[in-house]
Structure formats: structure tokens, C-alpha cells
């Protein structure tokens, strides 16, 4: 993407869930990262708090990956998401 326009902002998301990964990210060109599920669980999120402990609960065979879109979603249908079971 760098290559395509050295102006634009480039920013990495997914996967970013600390300090390595974020330098990682910043070595390979990223202006900055988005930092996504990793804090939706802290004190300062403002996502439900069942939602919250249902996160924070959860273990690795709990989420399914899914290609069914999302009827309010701008993600279009070929995407895949991961969905809680």
C-alpha cells in the first residue's frame, strides 16, 4: 500500500495486542495501529458489561470463523468475521 501513495496514512488493525506487535507493525511501515478487542473488556470501554464478561470468559473454542455477511455491516459478503458460539 505504501508503494500506491507515500502521502496516505497507513494504518494496521488486527492482530495488534501489544507493545511487540505494535513496534512490528511500525517497522513495516505503519503510521499507527488500531488496537480493537484487546481493550474492549477494560474499565474505560463502554461496550455492556455482559459483553464484557462473556469476552473475558470465553476460551479458544469458543468463536467460530464465519463468511455469512452482516446485514448492517459495510463488510462486504467475501469477508470473514469470527463470531461468539
Given at each position: 500500500?505504501?508503494?500506491?501513495?507515500?502521502?496516505?496514512?497507513?494504518?494496521?488493525?488486527?492482530?495488534?495486542?501489544?507493545?511487540?506487535?505494535?513496534?512490528?507493525?511500525?517497522?513495516?511501515?505503519?503510521?499507527?495501529?488500531?488496537?480493537?478487542?484487546?481493550?474492549?473488556a477494560?474499565?474505560?470501554?463502554?461496550a455492556?458489561?455482559?459483553?464484557?464478561?462473556?469476552?473475558?470468559?470465553?476460551?479458544?473454542?469458543?468463536?467460530?470463523?464465519?463468511?455469512?455477511?452482516?446485514?448492517?455491516?459495510?463488510?462486504?459478503?467475501?469477508?470473514?468475521?469470527?463470531?461468539?458460539?
Amino acid at each position: 500500500m505504501r508503494d500506491l501513495d507515500d502521502d496516505m496514512l497507513l494504518v494496521a488493525a488486527g492482530g495488534i495486542a501489544d507493545g511487540r506487535s505494535a513496534a512490528a507493525a511500525f517497522a513495516l511501515g505503519a503510521d499507527g495501529v488500531w488496537v480493537g478487542t484487546r481493550l474492549l473488556a477494560s474499565t474505560e470501554s463502554t461496550a455492556h458489561s455482559e459483553y464484557k464478561r462473556r469476552v473475558l470468559a470465553a476460551g479458544v473454542s469458543d468463536t467460530v470463523r464465519n463468511t455469512s455477511p452482516d446485514r448492517n455491516s459495510q463488510t462486504p459478503p467475501s469477508a470473514a468475521s469470527a463470531t461468539a458460539r
